[in-house]
Nanobody, 116 residues
Framework: QVQLVESGGGLVQPGGSLRLSCAAS????????MSWYRQAPGKERELVAR????????TYADSVKGRFPISRDNARNTVYLQMNTLKPEDTAVYYC?????????WGKGTLVTVSS
């Protein structure tokens, strides 16, 4: 069964950091690009960052470029999102995503709240 499980969310003050993890199972992780999306209250889900399978090339939303590096560990079937210099507008549910055999797979999400 293809599955993605996020962890690492929580409450953090502005300027702080968090690292999100997404553990994948049920497919050959190293063969697929992995992405992080987020959805803030009342807003559409948006792409935050993506990392490709072979070269680990990365792309980022302009709003997080330079603050949220994405990385992957193929030996652990895990993708990470290091979130630095967090802002209140980063508050959202963060979702892990993979497109496996033409089908989008989503985790259940992890909530990140940035507030003083």
């Amino acid at each position: 069964q293809v599955q993605l499980v996020e962890s690492g969310g929580g409450l953090v003050q502005p300027g702080g950091s968090l690292r999100l993890s997404c553990a994948a199972s049920g497919f050959t992780f190293s063969n697929y690009a992995m992405s992080w999306y987020r959805q803030a209250p009342g807003k559409e889900r948006e792409l935050v960052a993506r990392i490709t399978s072979i070269l680990s090339s990365t792309t980022y939303a302009d709003s997080v470029k330079g603050r949220f590096p994405i990385s992957r560990d193929n030996a652990r079937n895990t993708v990470y999102l290091q979130m630095n210099t967090l802002k209140p507008e980063d508050t959202a549910v963060y979702y892990c995503n993979a497109r496996v055999l033409g089908r989008d797979v989503w985790g259940k999400g992890t909530l990140v709240t940035v507030s003083s």
